[in-house]
T-cell receptor, first 112, second 113 residues
Framework: SQTIHQWPATLVQPVGSPLSLECTVEGTSNPNLYWYRQAAGRGLQLLFY??????ISSEVPQNLSASRPQDRQFILSSKKLLLSDSGFYLC???????????FGEGSRLTVL | AQSVTQLGSHVSVSEGALVLLRCNYSSSVPPYLFWYVQYPNQGLQLLLK??????LVKGINGFEAEFKKSETSFHLTKPSAHMSDAAEYFCAVSHTGRRALTFGSGTRLQVQP
């Protein structure tokens, strides 16, 4: 069966520090991969999606970036965090035409 | 462009009462529709989905939803609320060729004893 792992689960970082969140999917090949963010009291905002290795589409301009170095690995990064980057980050994958998403457990980032 | 509107950011019901969470969508092509549930500090879990076929869809935990094309709605219901149903619920829409789901802003369900 397919599983998705996301880490770290919790992160507290100072403003201006770098960020790296990782996501790995098991049990499927060539999935579409996604990064979403939930800010406090708000819905889900799509940040990035990827349909293949090295192929990244950005939905929202920001100081975050994403990379897909391997088929089932998706990384969210920042060189310098802002206070507004605080939130709950969710990785997800999908296959097929319906777009049904399978989510990881999330990473809570607090920028101080 | 497609969009999703969830009426009511907070809904409170008594244990044993009917749960009704509203979702309306806009899409220029036949949609795929989803309801997800999120418990605190967890990822989203699929409750149910409509892709094709029967418009009344049954999901996990006793929830169901009905796709009404004429009303562009996909409301989520459960006949009798349980304390464990307290969570945030998200409606989402997609269609063939769309890369990612579009989510509504979510509805937080409280269940009172």
């Amino acid at each position: 069966s397919q599983t998705i792992h996301q880490w770290p689960a919790t992160l507290v970082q100072p403003v201006g520090s770098p960020l790296s969140l990782e996501c790995t999917v098991e049990g499927t090949s060539n999935p579409n991969l996604y990064w979403y963010r939930q800010a406090a009291g708000r819905g889900l905002q799509l940040l990035f999606y990827s349909v293949g290795i090295g192929q990244i589409s950005s939905e929202v301009p920001q100081n975050l970036s994403a990379s897909r170095p391997q088929d089932r690995q998706f990384i969210l990064s920042s060189k310098k965090l802002l206070l507004s980057d605080s939130g709950f980050y969710l990785c997800a994958w999908s296959v097929g035409v319906t777009g049904e998403l399978f989510f990881g457990e999330g990473s809570r980032l607090t920028v101080l | 462009a497609q969009s999703v509107t969830q009426l009511g950011s907070h809904v409170s019901v008594s244990e044993g009462a009917l749960v009704l969470l509203r979702c309306n969508y806009s899409s220029s092509v036949p949609p795929y529709l989803f309801w997800y549930v999120q418990y605190p500090n967890q990822g989203l879990q699929l409750l149910l989905k409509y892709t094709t076929g029967a418009t009344l869809v049954k999901g996990i935990n006793g929830f169901e939803a009905e796709f009404k094309k004429s009303e562009t709605s996909f409301h989520l219901t459960k006949p009798s609320a349980h304390m464990s149903d307290a969570a945030e619920y998200f409606c989402a829409v997609s269609h063939t060729g769309r890369r990612a789901l579009t989510f509504g802003s979510g509805t937080r369900l409280q269940v009172q004893p």
